[in-house]
């Protein structure tokens, strides 16, 4: 059975009144299978929103069950999708859909849910609803493959190997059979698992090898690679296995994939054959199985929590081992059926037992040993450097060290214990206060650094009470509290007035905000230090300029290597080059181009579009430094095309000019520079943003004309009613087609704005 057939009638019936929707049914699957699953869940709303309004209920079955492959399938949300899979599967089975063929793949939906949920728990009932939607289709369908691997995977989950990979034969044969299907590798899973299970991994191996399915999209391929590479671990071909193993990057989006992932990552770790150029597997292992586990896959976050305890105990990093046993403890209370969940944690806790007694705590004697080992090229073993952090808890290296592996592994809110413990025995140990702070203000949480703070009221510190204030001028920043950063960083810069980084922050901060005077104040209390001289020049000569005070601006230009006449007085007026500025506004960047007229000045040469705040003729204070500037040092870049961009400070001078839009046929270019001519002798400007491959189309005698898009600017003084004048007798003399529609609507001339909206309209106009 054809059963996407029903899909052409929609692609007819919608394809003109409703586009959106059929592009929307034929590339969402795609997104799917390929794991691009940030396009599916940006587009889906939209999707269904459609779906609703098409009164079409099919469409509506056919577009969940494909969010149900998406979030059950790929990235195993169970605990969020199966509610909606089980309404799903409701909703499927009304008369006005029962006959939709996306009714049965809604039954594969619920039994993947169910199996992601705790496969060996709930196989029975898969079983049981894989048999009777199997009984209600035939091997012409081609949800007969996906139903068949359903009930062939509980059998796989029940370690049936042998009857699964019966059955997984059966059922191909009958497609063979009936439709002549020759591509086996649609079983490509249930196939490897049963040659796996039942010992035949050369089997295995070279099924996995040839498997091809192209309609199974990108993730296909990624999930054959992980097999690969297990089955390779398995035959103890451990450099192939390493080459076939995917980066964690590769499946990190894809959840359903952790859990092989991490299987064929065990049998490198514990063969030791793990690559270090993937880093340390561990950490994936504590997020894959807090990960799922979180959305509702349970049985296989505890299989995820066995292997890291393995792998730990291998490391004999013993305090890991024993987090892990509490999360399986934790994680078995919600299984439905424990089933072997309790004699496998018997089981690990044994070998816990064995391996401890096995092992030779650190003495505080064996600090000489720990300290060698630390300098050496390796450094400690993980199990060794968490031992010695816990064994010497107020040696500081070794506390960083694993702080950093606490972090890595997941468990931040370990190392910030240790961290707080150290600092509460050692107060006035600098780093150790900074990196506390420091966290504090990355998890946001200001009451923790509030009691912190509590604790020096009577520390009479110079360096803590520099990290404290240092510590608050960070908070005040990430609130965007200017004025309480200004007096931490007054309170920084007086506990160490030779800091000129510090000096150079808070002039920045003043200028910004508007305080000069104060600015120019702390900056001429810094200038003479070497290192930061030329920096406070430039800053001078910006302040200078923004107080119009010109003798002090000059008197910086020397220092920083601007050549200007001596004999010059007041504003420093140069015909620069062409650069481009960005004005901060409205919590917007816009770009315009200028002309540099000074060391830190520029007169913007570019309109704004209509709408936007303008600034043409604008002369205004600029940052001196190109923000772009690492475009220039990049040797790899072709400069030639670069052009300085540089950040406004403010606004000297605003000429405060009006655009208007101006568009129609283009008259060529002597008619247009001559049109721009006279316009400027009005004090107006013309400038044309179209390109020259811009054309419209005059729909009374079917001609496609060269066309023309502009900007026009008026000066303050110059009336609308003037300028349309202006521009309907230039146009009229010349017979040119154009239009200027918003200022004939501020010059309110209703017969020529009738007249230029039957041209607009003509034209095809915006």
């Known amino acids: 059975m054809d059963i996407w057939r029903w899909l052409d009638d929609v692609y007819n019936e919608f394809k003109d009144d409703n586009p959106r929707l059929v592009w929307m049914l034929f590339r969402l699957p795609s997104f799917i299978v390929d794991n691009d699953h940030e396009m599916v869940d940006s587009l889906m709303p939209e999707a269904l929103a459609l779906a609703r309004e098409s009164k079409n209920p099919w469409i509506e079955v056919f577009l969940r069950h494909w969010d149900m492959q998406s979030r059950i399938l790929h990235r195993s949300l169970i605990k969020e999708a199966l509610p909606e899979a089980i309404d799903l599967l409701e909703r499927a089975h009304r008369d006005d859909a029962i006959q939709c063929p996306q009714t049965i793949c809604v039954s594969q939906d619920v039994c993947v849910a169910y199996g992601r949920a705790d496969g060996p728990g709930y196989s029975n009932e898969r079983m049981q609803v894989a048999s009777e939607t199997l009984g209600r289709i035939n091997p012409k369908w081609p949800c007969w493959r996906c139903i068949s691997c359903e009930y062939a995977n509980a059998l796989l989950d029940q370690e049936r190997y042998e009857e699964a990979l019966d059955f997984t034969e059966q059922q191909f044969a009958a497609m063979e059979k009936v439709r002549g299907e020759t591509n086996v590798y649609g079983f490509r899973n249930q196939y490897v698992e049963s040659y796996i299970g039942l010992g035949r991994l050369e089997e295995a191996l070279e099924f996995n090898k040839n498997a091809e399915y192209e309609a199974l999209g990108d993730g296909f391929l990624v999930e054959k690679r992980i097999d690969q590479s297990r089955i390779l671990s398995m035959l103890g071909r451990w450099e192939e296995a390493v080459e076939q193993m995917p980066d964690w990057y590769e ?286 020049h430039w800053e001078r000569i910006l302040i200078a300029t923004r107080l119009g005070r010109w003798a002090l601006a000059r008197e910086s230009c020397e220092p920083v290597g601007w050549a200007i006449n001596p004999e010059e007085i007041g504003p420093i007026l140069q015909r620069g080059s062409l650069i481009r500025l960005v004005f901060e506004e409205d919590e917007y960047e816009r770009y315009y181009y200028a002309l ?66 101006l568009e129609g046929v283009h008259p060529g270019a002597s008619v247009l520079q001559s049109l721009t001519g006279q316009l400027e002798a009005h004090e107006a400007v013309l400038q044309v943003t179209s390109s020259e491959e811009y054309v419209v189309f005059d729909q009374e005698t079917d001609e496609e004309l060269p066309g023309i898009y502009a900007r026009l600017g008026l000066p303050p003084f110059m009336d609308p009613t003037e300028m349309h004048a202006i521009l309907d007798r230039m146009t009229r003399e010349l017979s040119l087609q154009w239009v200027w529609l918003n200022l004939v609507e501020q010059a309110r001339d209703i017969e020529a704005l009738e007249e230029q909206q039957r041209l607009a309209e003509r034209l095809g106009l915006h």
């Open 596 to 661: 540099r007229t000074g060391p830190v000045t520029a007169h913007v040469i570019q309109l704004a579009p209509v709408g936007y705040p303008q600034h043409y003729d604008d002369w205004v204070a600029i940052e001196p430094k190109p923000i772009n500037l690492a475009d220039f040092l990049d040797e790899e870049e072709d400069n030639h095309e670069i052009l300085p961009l540089h950040r406004v400070d403010a606004v000297l001078d605003a000429a405060n000019f009006t655009t208007f839009e």
């Open 251 to 536: 499946v990190e989006g894809t959840q359903s994939d952790y859990y092989s992932w991490c299987d064929a990552a065990q049998w490198l770790a514990l063969g030791g054959h793990w690559p270090p150029s993937l880093g340390s597997p561990l950490p994936h292992f504590f997020f894959s199985y807090k990960q799922l586990f979180s959305q509702g896959v349970l049985r296989q976050s505890i299989h995820i929590a066995h292997w890291a305890a393995e792998i730990c105990l291998q490391k004999r990093a013993f305090v890991l081992v024993d987090l892990i046993v509490r999360d399986i403890q934790n994680m078995m209370k919600e299984l439905d059926k424990v089933l072997d969940a309790k004699d496998n944690l018997v089981q690990l806790k044994a070998k816990v037992k064995d391996a401890k007694a096995s092992h030779s705590p650190l003495h505080h004697d064996d600090r000489e040993k720990v300290e060698s080992l630390l300098g050496e090229g390796d450094g400690l073993p993980l199990g060794m450097l968490l031992e010695a952090a816990e064994t010497w808890p107020d040696w500081w290296d070794v506390l960083v060290l694993a702080g950093e592996s606490w972090s890595e592994l997941g468990f931040a809110e370990t190392f910030e214990a240790l961290l707080e413990g150290f600092v509460l025995r050692n107060p006035t140990h600098e780093e150790a206060l900074r990196t506390l702070c420091d966290r504090y203000l990355s998890k946001n949480r200001r009451d923790a650094f509030e009691k912190l703070q509590s604790r020096y009221d009577d520390v009479d510190d110079t360096a803590v009470r520099g990290v404290l204030t240092h510590a608050e001028l960070q908070w005040a920043e990430k609130l965007g509290d200017d004025e309480r950063a200004v007096t931490h960083l007054y309170a920084l810069l007086k506990l160490n007035t030779s800091d000129a980084s510090l000096r150079m922050q808070l002039i920045r901060k003043l200028r910004r905000s508007g305080q000069l005077e104060e600015a120019l104040a702390v900056l001429e209390e810094g200038l003479g230090d070497s290192s930061y001289d030329k920096a406070l």
